[in-house]
Protein backbone atom coordinates (compact mmCIF):
# COMPACT_ATOMS: atom_id res chain seq x y z
CA UNK A 1 0.00 0.00 0.00
CA UNK A 2 1.45 3.04 -0.78
CA UNK A 3 0.61 6.46 1.39
CA UNK A 4 0.83 10.07 -0.35
CA UNK A 5 2.21 11.24 2.80
CA UNK A 6 5.27 13.77 2.53
CA UNK A 7 5.90 13.25 6.13
CA UNK A 8 8.47 10.28 6.16
CA UNK A 9 10.63 12.24 3.17
CA UNK A 10 10.74 15.17 5.24
CA UNK A 11 11.59 13.67 8.20
CA UNK A 12 14.04 11.54 6.64
CA UNK A 13 15.63 14.97 4.78
CA UNK A 14 15.83 16.63 8.46
CA UNK A 15 17.61 13.76 10.03
CA UNK A 16 20.44 13.62 7.83
CA UNK A 17 20.77 16.40 5.65
CA UNK A 18 20.26 19.28 8.01
CA UNK A 19 22.40 17.33 10.77
CA UNK A 20 25.19 16.97 8.79
CA UNK A 21 25.12 20.54 7.50
CA UNK A 22 25.29 22.12 10.65
CA UNK A 23 27.01 19.27 12.78
CA UNK A 24 24.71 19.90 15.89
CA UNK A 25 26.52 16.83 17.37
CA UNK A 26 30.33 17.65 17.34
CA UNK A 27 30.30 21.39 18.51
CA UNK A 28 27.48 22.35 20.70
CA UNK A 29 25.68 19.55 23.62
CA UNK A 30 24.67 19.01 27.09
CA UNK A 31 25.14 15.67 28.39
CA UNK A 32 21.74 15.65 30.08
CA UNK A 33 18.39 16.93 29.93
CA UNK A 34 19.07 20.67 31.00
CA UNK A 35 19.00 23.12 27.79
CA UNK A 36 22.41 24.56 26.58
CA UNK A 37 22.97 28.53 28.01
CA UNK A 38 21.78 31.22 25.59
CA UNK A 39 24.83 33.02 23.98
CA UNK A 40 24.60 37.00 23.01
CA UNK A 41 27.33 37.94 20.42
CA UNK A 42 27.75 41.74 20.36
CA UNK A 43 30.33 43.17 18.02
CA UNK A 44 32.00 46.76 18.06
CA UNK A 45 34.50 48.13 15.92
CA UNK A 46 37.39 47.10 18.47
CA UNK A 47 35.96 44.02 19.81
CA UNK A 48 33.55 40.79 20.04
CA UNK A 49 31.68 40.79 23.13
CA UNK A 50 30.07 37.20 24.22
CA UNK A 51 27.95 36.16 27.33
CA UNK A 52 26.50 33.24 27.92
CA UNK A 53 23.71 32.83 30.23
CA UNK A 54 24.97 30.02 33.31
CA UNK A 55 22.96 31.42 36.63
CA UNK A 56 23.95 29.30 39.84
CA UNK A 57 27.01 28.57 38.94
CA UNK A 58 30.83 29.63 39.81
CA UNK A 59 34.13 31.04 37.68
CA UNK A 60 35.67 27.71 38.95
CA UNK A 61 33.19 25.42 37.09
CA UNK A 62 34.37 26.65 33.79
CA UNK A 63 36.79 25.69 30.86
CA UNK A 64 37.40 27.92 28.23
CA UNK A 65 39.67 26.51 25.58
CA UNK A 66 41.10 28.07 22.45
CA UNK A 67 42.43 25.09 19.46
CA UNK A 68 42.99 25.24 16.02
CA UNK A 69 40.57 28.73 15.91
CA UNK A 70 37.90 26.70 17.69
CA UNK A 71 36.84 29.07 21.10
CA UNK A 72 35.47 25.96 23.21
CA UNK A 73 33.30 27.05 26.57
CA UNK A 74 32.09 23.97 28.81
CA UNK A 75 30.68 23.29 32.11
CA UNK A 76 30.71 19.69 34.54
CA UNK A 77 29.04 20.29 37.79
CA UNK A 78 27.91 18.02 40.64
CA UNK A 79 25.77 19.31 43.19
CA UNK A 80 25.13 17.09 46.30
CA UNK A 81 22.20 17.92 48.62
CA UNK A 82 22.75 17.10 51.95
CA UNK A 83 21.31 13.76 53.47
CA UNK A 84 18.68 13.05 55.67
CA UNK A 85 18.70 9.98 57.37
CA UNK A 86 16.19 7.84 59.27
CA UNK A 87 17.78 5.01 61.08
CA UNK A 88 20.45 4.61 58.83
CA UNK A 89 17.93 4.32 55.67
CA UNK A 90 17.57 7.43 53.27
CA UNK A 91 14.76 9.31 53.18
CA UNK A 92 15.84 12.09 50.99
CA UNK A 93 18.98 12.41 48.72
CA UNK A 94 19.10 13.94 45.53
CA UNK A 95 21.84 14.55 43.38
CA UNK A 96 22.02 16.75 40.71
CA UNK A 97 24.47 16.90 36.90
CA UNK A 98 24.64 19.15 34.73
CA UNK A 99 27.50 19.64 31.72
CA UNK A 100 27.27 21.51 28.32
CA UNK A 101 29.80 22.71 25.32
CA UNK A 102 29.32 25.23 22.68
CA UNK A 103 32.20 26.14 20.48
CA UNK A 104 33.14 29.10 18.20
CA UNK A 105 35.01 29.02 15.57
CA UNK A 106 37.02 32.56 14.84
CA UNK A 107 38.68 33.94 12.31
CA UNK A 108 42.12 34.43 13.59
CA UNK A 109 42.64 37.35 10.66
CA UNK A 110 40.27 39.16 12.53
CA UNK A 111 40.39 38.32 16.33
CA UNK A 112 43.02 38.09 18.23
CA UNK A 113 43.77 35.29 20.41
CA UNK A 114 46.21 36.02 22.55
CA UNK A 115 43.94 39.08 24.17
CA UNK A 116 40.77 37.27 25.11
CA UNK A 117 39.58 38.06 28.49
CA UNK A 118 37.01 35.83 30.75
CA UNK A 119 34.57 37.24 33.62
CA UNK A 120 31.91 36.11 35.84
CA UNK A 121 29.61 37.70 37.50
CA UNK A 122 25.57 37.65 38.10
CA UNK A 123 25.04 34.83 36.28
CA UNK A 124 26.61 36.14 32.78
CA UNK A 125 30.09 34.59 32.00
CA UNK A 126 31.26 37.18 29.83
CA UNK A 127 33.92 36.88 26.87
CA UNK A 128 36.03 40.04 25.69
CA UNK A 129 37.40 38.98 21.77
CA UNK A 130 39.45 41.93 20.83
CA UNK A 131 40.17 42.68 16.87
CA UNK A 132 43.74 42.67 15.52
CA UNK A 133 44.42 46.47 15.11
CA UNK A 134 43.95 45.78 11.11
CA UNK A 135 40.50 44.30 11.18
CA UNK A 136 39.62 47.21 13.83
CA UNK A 137 36.65 50.01 12.14
CA UNK A 138 38.81 52.65 10.90
CA UNK A 139 36.97 56.04 11.54
CA UNK A 140 35.66 57.66 8.06
CA UNK A 141 37.90 60.19 7.06
CA UNK A 142 37.25 63.12 3.82
CA UNK A 143 39.47 62.75 1.08
CA UNK A 144 40.25 65.90 -1.29
CA UNK A 145 39.47 65.58 -4.71
CA UNK A 146 42.25 67.56 -6.87
Known amino acids: MRSNSILPVVSRFLDDDWNQLFNWRDRNFSSTTTTLPSVNVKETGDEYLVEM???????DDFTIELHNN?????SEVRH???DETEN?????????????????????????????????????LRLRLPKRETAREKPARQ????
Open 53 to 59: AAPGMNK
Open 70 to 74: RLTIS
Open 80 to 82: EEK
Open 88 to 124: GRYSRREFSYQSFQRSFNLDNQIVDDAQIEASYQDGI
Open 143 to 146: IEVA
